[in-house]
Each structure stands twice: as structure tokens, then as C-alpha cells.
């Protein structure tokens, strides 16, 4: 793990280590940094497909609900209304389709970030406190197929890190 001054030199670092062939890297920052999402090369995740899903099965399900209620389990005619009024079912469905959008968006950003993370082991740093205040850190994996100890260490060193660590596991 690695802290760097600013901003901009963490995002100069996570270039150059993508570059090196670098691919678990984590960068921890106090809050959104520009550039910091291209120099990581993320790629679009599922979270709006499965949102799309959960919309959608919500809004079916609720339709379902209320058609099922209507024609087969207590068909009562009001007024000459008949039976599968859909106008009338449309609106529920719509609005439990976004009620279950977003939760399904809710769900799949928690699953895919990862969170809630409730141990890391950069925690046992001391310094990665500063993480949420005014530190810029860059965390490399040990599984990383480029990881090398004491070289990984030199190259954070060389890319302007202030301090580096060895994370014990």
C-alpha cells in the first residue's frame, strides 16, 4: 500500500502501473477524483442490467397481483368495469417498477463494490485513516501475477509515493 500527496500523482501512478501490467490495483481516495476512473480502465458492470430486471419483474409481479386478485380469485364486477381493467392496473405496476429499479440498483452497487467491507487489511495501517480525510492511497494486490515484493515497493517508491506499507493479511 502506497499514499501519495495529491490526487493527480495517484492518478499518474495507477496509469503507470496499469501500464507495468499491473491489474489488482485499488485505489482508496477521500472522495471522486478525475481521471482516476479511465486510468483504472473500468469497464460498465451489470448494475443496469439488473436494475432493468428488478424493474421489471416488479412491475410484472405487481401486475400479476392485481389481475389475479380481480379476475380469479375474487371476480366481482363493479359498475360494469370489467374484470382485467388494465388502466387501473398500470399504475401500481409502474410505480413498484421503480420502486424495485432502484433497489435492485441499490443491491448490485453494494454486491459490486464489494461493501459493506467490514475488514480490509489496510485497516491494521495506522495511516490509511487519512484515507477519509486527506490521503490518496494505492493498494496492490499480492495476487497480482506482477506482483513482486521488494520491486512493487521501488516502483511505488520511484512513481512519487510518500510513504509505502507491507500489508500483513
Known sequence: MARFETA???VEAVKQMRKA????LEPCVPYPVEGLTEAMAFKPRWVPILSLAAAILG???????????SVLSYPFVVGGKPLHSWPAFL?????????????GAAVAMLFGNRLPRP?????????????????????VSRHDSRYAGGRTVERLRELAAVEVWEVPE
Do not use: C, K
Open 8 to 10: 493527480g500523482a495517484l
Open 21 to 24: 501490467g499491473y491489474r489488482e
Open 59 to 69: 412491475a410484472a409481479g405487481v401486475y400479476f397481483m392485481q389481475w389475479y386478485a
Open 91 to 103: 399504475i401500481p405496476a409502474f410505480v413498484f417498477g421503480l420502486l424495485f429499479a432502484v433497489l
Open 119 to 139: 475488514y480490509h487489511p489496510a485497516f491494521n495501517i495506522s495511516e490509511f485513516e487519512r484515507a477519509t480525510d486527506d490521503g490518496f492511497f494505492l493498494i
